[in-house]
């Protein structure tokens, strides 16, 4: 009888060595590192601008002036492209908005080509902050 | 000669039992093992890292006219503030988003070693559309 007890004891032993080996090849997990986010892309507050232009004798847009920016714009980059009846660019140009305390203004200069007034049906603008 | 004939009889009977239970075992542990090795599903536990430790990456925008628009459009995503020396050479996605969270342009590229990277839209992005930018490094 007391034979039989060990031999049963080492054959449990046995069964529960090869249960436990086979349970300990489950887990193997591993990450590659990741980063993520998200943030709001927002206007300072220019949904609309008005803007004037000065023409020389020759009836070429020598400069716009733009007004009525919101002071949240301050040091922001106005874009203003001078569109013609077929919505192309006739010229464009940026300008920094500097500080202000009402409201912000912009005057652009340089429009990269000689810009005939005749031709400019319309302004087209962006502002880019930093 | 009775006597001997039932100690062998008990020794086989043990013998037959040792026998029994140490193939009942090792069925029982190379069944467990099989079912680990063909689950189609496993589970467990990892750290997801990231490899962005220092500064805030960000995202900062040239725009040019675009005729199609019409209006202006955005030329170049430029993205500030990431942590070149932990993510050089990572993959990076940029995302910019319009209303209800769509998905107006999606452009790819590499943390660069040192300095911003600059990408460029594959698309015509409005720039009056673009609401929200999301971005992920992978790797």
Redesign the interface.
Known sequence: MNTLSKTLGFAVTVAATFAACAAAATLALGSAKLSAGSAAVTSCGVSSLSATRNVDNSGNVTQVNVGGIATACSGATLSVALVNSANTSLGNGQATIGSCSTTCSATISSFGATVSAANVLKYSFAVTGT | MSKAIKGLAKKRT?FA??LA??I???V??????LN??TNAL?A?????????VTGT???????A?D??I???KVATVVVTGLDDTN?NG?AISVT??GASSANLATITGTVPASGNLTLTPGSSVS??A??????????
């Open positions: 043990v039992l040792l239970l140490t009942f075992g090792a029982y542990g190379f069944a467990a093992t680990v090795g496993g467990g536990n990892a750290t997801v890292a990231s490899c962005q990456p960000t995202g900062t925008y040239t725009v006219y005729s199609t019409p209006g202006y993510c990572k910019l988003t720039a009056a673009v609401t929200g930018v999301s971005v992920a490094i992978n790797g």
